[in-house]
């Protein structure tokens, strides 16, 4: 089975990346603020590092990184941006503090800025976890978490924390806001206790029989299924089973991962063929095994353990779309105030 991606998949120009000059190696160097954690890049960049012998320098921050790029200015360090979602990419470019990128085609897809100033890195899914044993619907759409038949059966995160307010985000695209505020009412009103932990927690929760459904990201599943420090986690991945909401008919939301080149980034030849290594087959191929994530570019498989998880038909919905409506999103969670639980 094969990721249904199609024409909206990055457009990559020219991804290969050559060995250089061992003379011009020994000083070329690329500096990288991430908001995505070392060792979910650091084997892609050591993979990069020795294939071209160009260093990365990386500056890792949970919060700030686009705050401190547009204090730095034009003596700024930085030459790449990670991140864990396109929303600090369009702020970045909403900036000024990104430039063209040269692999992405401007225009080429859902995936990447209309304007080739940033592209997504990987993809995972909002899926709900539904209890194998009392759950037996196999399909299940965002709309029916709404239905009444799932009273106090649903566990959440915060509605505001990012991954959430871009579905709901995706639903006010779709439905219109007066629609989508009546279904993330009729959401609340199921939720089986007031949101609180991570993705990982509803799982635990679904698990425990707290509740039947749960809404998570793929890579979460991954990520327990193969933990071996917390073994317990394997336990509740497996009391679970991932259900493609609206695999029928539009397709599940998404979110990414992404990258943009600073406007004023000290090695912009570096960081253009860092991008490029980024979104080629080799390295998309590593980015799916090891962090659990689908792959962006065209002809690369997501790994077994993704493939086991159920096929994921993508919402080509454009990603720089939902961004655009993540604030009224989250004025939406606010307004019925979502994350006081079912009972307020």
């Known amino acids: ?194 949101p609180a932990g991570g993705d990982r927690e509803q799982v635990r929760d679904v698990w425990a029989g707290k509740c039947d459904l749960a809404l998570g990201n793929t890579y979460y599943m991954g990520l327990m299924l193969t933990n071996e420090k917390s073994p317990e986690q394997k336990q509740w991945a497996n009391a679970v089973r991932v259900i493609f909401p609206n695999a029928g008919d539009r397709g599940t939301h998404v979110n990414v991962s992404g990258v943009a080149i600073a406007r004023h980034a000290p090695h912009k030849d570096a960081a253009q063929r860092l991008v490029a290594f980024l979104l080629s087959a080799e390295a998309q191929a590593l980015y799916a095994s090891v962090n659990h994530e689908y792959p962006v570019t065209a002809g690369v498989p997501p790994s077994d353990l993704l493939n086991g998880l159920g096929h994921l038909k993508p919402d080509p919905l454009p990603i720089a779309d939902i961004v655009r409506l993540r604030r009224q999103a989250s004025e939406l969670v606010d307004k019925v105030n979502f994350d006081a639980g079912p009972s307020s």
């Open 1 to 194: 089975m094969r990721l249904a991606v199609g024409s909206w998949t990055a457009v990559l120009l020219g991804c290969a990346v050559a060995t250089v000059n061992p003379v011009a190696a020994q000083t070329a160097e690329v500096n990288i603020y991430s908001y995505r954690e070392p060792q979910l890049v650091e084997p892609l960049l050591k993979l990069f590092n020795d294939k071209t012998g160009i260093k990365t320098r990386l500056v890792f921050a949970k919060d700030g990184l686009v705050e401190r790029m547009a204090a730095e200015g034009a003596l700024g360090r930085a030459d790449v941006l990670l991140t864990t979602d396109a929303t600090r990419l369009v702020e970045a470019k909403a900036l000024a503090l990104t430039q063209r990128i040269d692999a992405v085609s401007p225009g080429g897809g859902s995936l990447a800025d209309p304007d080739g100033q940033w592209t997504s890195l990987t993809l995972r899914a909002r899926v709900i976890y539904a209890s194998k044993e009392r759950v037996q619907d196999t399909a299940i759409t965002y709309e029916q978490l709404a239905d009444p038949k799932w009273k106090g059966r649903i566990c959440s995160r915060s509605g505001q924390h990012p991954y959430n307010t871009a579905m709901i985000a995706s639903m006010i695209a779709h439905l219109g806001e007066e629609k989508a505020e009546t279904w993330l009412k009729g959401v609340k009103a199921n939720l089986a206790h007031r």
